[in-house]
């Protein structure tokens, strides 16, 4: 049974950093491209970044381009996303996802879901 973990959401001023976790079970996520989508309240589903099965390959949504990291460790199974000079904006639920696909910042591509970490930046 596939399942995605994510951890490391809470509330942080503006201008500050934050680190999500997200850890895979079930299966290798060697294979699989993986990826940040958010959702906001009353607003639809935004991809926030992607990274290819290698990690060699990253791509990120025009709000978060040169704040946000994506990176992956494949050897522990786990996605990371790496936030700095958060803003206001930047809060939504954060979900970790994952599928055997070319990687894409369109939500309608991924089967693998995680049930999502809260992030809350204050002004």
């Known amino acids: 049974q596939v399942q995605l973990v994510e951890s490391g959401g809470g509330s942080v001023q503006a201008g500050g950093s934050m680190r999500l976790s997200c850890v895979a079970s079930?299966?290798?996520?060697?294979?699989?491209?993986m990826g940040w989508f958010r959702q906001a309240s009353g607003k639809e589903r935004e991809g926030v970044a992607t990274v290819s099965p290698s990690g060699g390959s990253t791509n990120y949504g025009s709000s978060v381009k040169g704040r946000f990291t994506i990176s992956r460790d494949n050897a522990k199974n786990t996605l990371y996303l790496q936030m700095h000079s958060l803003k206001p904006e930047d809060t939504a639920m954060y979900y970790c996802v994952a599928d055997i696909i070319p990687c894409t910042l369109l939500f309608e591509g991924y089967n693998v879901w995680g049930q999502g970490t809260q992030v809350t930046v204050s002004s």
């Open positions: 079930g299966y290798r996520i060697s294979r699989y491209c």
